[in-house]
């Protein structure tokens, strides 16, 4: 089974940007599908990427503007934003085991979550 810890979340303006981290401990990372997904208050929690080897997914609102890449060899997924809105205020959570990229934007699809981290972002 394997940990997750998010980190880099803050407080910008909007135009901004921030990474996003998220470290992985206890089990082979590498074998994972591993997402990044938002829940701002009042809202269901929702996909923002996904990545397993060299397939990557984004949701629209995303695209253009977030990178996931992940680094097998420090165990570390990560999730780069540009151009953020405040639209894009959320906690946003690092997710592993996904098990199909047809729905890889379903939380309940995937098995280990880490606690989160805020990204707060003001016109």
């Known amino acids: 089974q394997v940990q997750l810890v998010e980190s880099g979340g803050d407080s910008v303006q909007a135009g901004g940007s921030l990474r996003l981290s998220c470290a992985a401990s206890?089990?082979?990372?590498?074998?994972?599908?591993m997402g990044w997904f938002r829940q701002a208050p009042g809202k269901e929690r929702e996909g923002v990427a996904a990545i397993v080897t060299v397939w990557r997914s984004y949701a629209d609102s995303v695209k253009g503007r977030f990178t996931i890449s992940r680094d097998n060899a420090k165990n570390t997924l990560y999730l780069q934003m540009n151009n953020l809105e405040p639209e894009d205020s959320a906690m946003y959570y690092c997710?592993?085991?996904?098990?199909?990229?047809?729905?890889?934007?379903?939380?309940?699809?995937?098995?280990?979550w880490g606690q989160g981290t805020q990204v707060t972002v003001s016109s």
């Open positions: 997710a592993a085991g996904g098990s199909s990229m047809f729905t890889w934007d379903r939380p309940a699809r995937y098995n280990t």
């Open positions: 206890g089990s082979t990372f590498s074998n994972y599908m």
